[in-house]
């Protein structure tokens, strides 16, 4: 079945509109249902499966017609075959017949553009050869040691409160420091970054201003790596053979900060949920069946931090799921519903550890390129965060917790949680949940202790500040001891980026 072309239709009056719980509430023209009018995106997905099977028709906003697909296999099919489906929106029937109007709520989505995401073929190789290559010479034990110092800085802006918000105080911060390191521009990350990134995700009326200041910071190093290149992300776009354009630099910084902010925030979130809400998880987790990375990937599981992709658009007319799929059409490529296909997973309840083949990164040409940097953020980070807080719990009720859902994806809008007062740590130790240290000043005169040096760093790096609370006397760490440890121990460390 091929979705109707329909003409936009709706009473525009709320009053003469089926109110939710009727059951033809969310019905639109031909009886499809509207994904943007779904009280719970997955129980929809759950009926279109049982009503249509693997690839099911359903609507937009402004009922424009799009295929979901729900099957694992048929997804999988769909990404990795660009002989006939590609991401390139011009092709998109609805689009080209004016159905899809320019303030249509999706228009961020569908709007072509010249980046990797939407290009195909020798483009395509083009632009994400220059991405991948830039993230190729990462030093994953050197990431994973700034993951853990950015977590020591968060964390110590909250410690001795006693309660945070994990969402907003560090799963939205996390990544956007991390990532302004990683592309070369450190300094750049502040509140003002954060909320910048958050805003023109949300779509809210200061999303432009909140874009041009992001657009500005990421066009300002973009200038100075053609100038002066260095070795990092931004360095190695710059000088790399493909040959970007300075704009072509600029958008790519662009596609990688905010897929990488988005997507790992979401991440992030998502598993500390998990660990504050299932004590049995949380048991895991501390008994060390289950590590960190482990239950990172039975997140990407069973909540992924994109639900879906907008969208791949069929090249010729062909055949999906035993559906009759039209040249132009529109599929969204459907992560949540793929990885429950009961014909992969018969028992949700079952561990997926090991297990890999979730849709999380999408698959194909387009796959995404920095998952090993998305996981390494939420792996490390979460690893740190729990060492520093231990009896971290949640300081609500589980059904208080409250998403801004759209198609694309969940957020979750707080994690309050509390836990008793600690010390603040240098960011350059091991995260531990030591007792409160002796204070001292962090501008005491004298030679540093072996463990108070610094680390060796890589000479791109700027100097790390040697506190979050430099500069001004603090109550400080005292760092402790090192204990002795064994070869493993040693060599586990080491491993994990201490
Ligand atoms: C948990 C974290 C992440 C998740 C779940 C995620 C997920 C995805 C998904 C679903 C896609 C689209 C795949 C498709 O169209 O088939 C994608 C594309 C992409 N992602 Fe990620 N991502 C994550 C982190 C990152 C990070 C950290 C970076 C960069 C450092 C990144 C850079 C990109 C880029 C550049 C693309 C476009 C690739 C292309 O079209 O060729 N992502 N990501």
Known sequence: MTPERHAPTGTGDPLLE??????AHGLGPGGLHRLHEADDLDELYEKLREQHGPVAPA???????????????????????????????????????????????????????PICSHAEGEEHKRLRGAVTSAMADIDYRELRRHIKRYTQRLVNRFCEEGRADLVGQFAEHLPMGVMCHLLG????????????????????????????????ALGRLAAERRARPEDDIAGRLVTHPAGLTDDEVREHLRVVLLA???????????????????????????????????????????EPPFSTVFAYFAKQDTELGGQRIRAGDGLLLGIAPGNVDPRIRPDL?????????????????????????????????????????????????????????????????ELPVRFEPKAQQDIRQQPSHAPAPAQR??????????EERPEPKAPAHPPEPVSFTAGRPQPGPEPQQPRPRGAWQRFLLWWRGY
């Open 59 to 113: 609507l937009l906003h402004d009922d424009v017609p799009m295929w979901v697909v729900l099957g694992h296999a048929e997804n999988l099919h769909m990404v990795s075959t660009p002989a006939q489906f590609c991401r390139d929106s011009r092709i998109w029937t609805p689009l080209n017949e004016g159905m899809v109007k320019p303030d249509h709520p999706l228009m961020p989505h569908i709007a072509w553009q």
């Open 260 to 302: 990488a902010y988005e997507a790992t925030v979401n991440l992030i979130a998502n598993v500390l949920r998990v660990v504050l809400t299932h004590p049995g998880f949380r048991a895991q987790l501390n008994g060390g069946q289950m590590p960190v990375y482990e239950a990172v990937e039975q997140s990407l599981w069973d």
């Open 18 to 23: 089926p109110p939710p719980g009727c059951p």
């Open 441 to 450: 000043t962090a501008w005491h005169v004298g030679i540093p202790r072996p």
């Open 349 to 413: 309840d079952a561990s997926m550890q090991g297990n890999r083949a979730h849709l999380a990164f999408g698959g194909g040409p387009h796959e995404c390129p920095g998952q090993d940097i998305g996981r390494a953020i939420a792996d490390a980070g979460i690893d740190a965060l729990l060492m520093r807080l231990p009896d971290v719990q949640l300081a609500c009720d589980e059904d208080e917790l409250r998403w801004r859902s759209s198609i694309a994806s969940r957020h979750l809008v």
């Open 185 to 216: 521009m450190p300094d750049a990350y502040s509140d003002r970054m954060v909320e910048a990134a958050r805003d023109t995700l949300k779509g809210t009326e200061t999303a432009i201003a909140s874009h041009a200041y992001l657009m500005e």
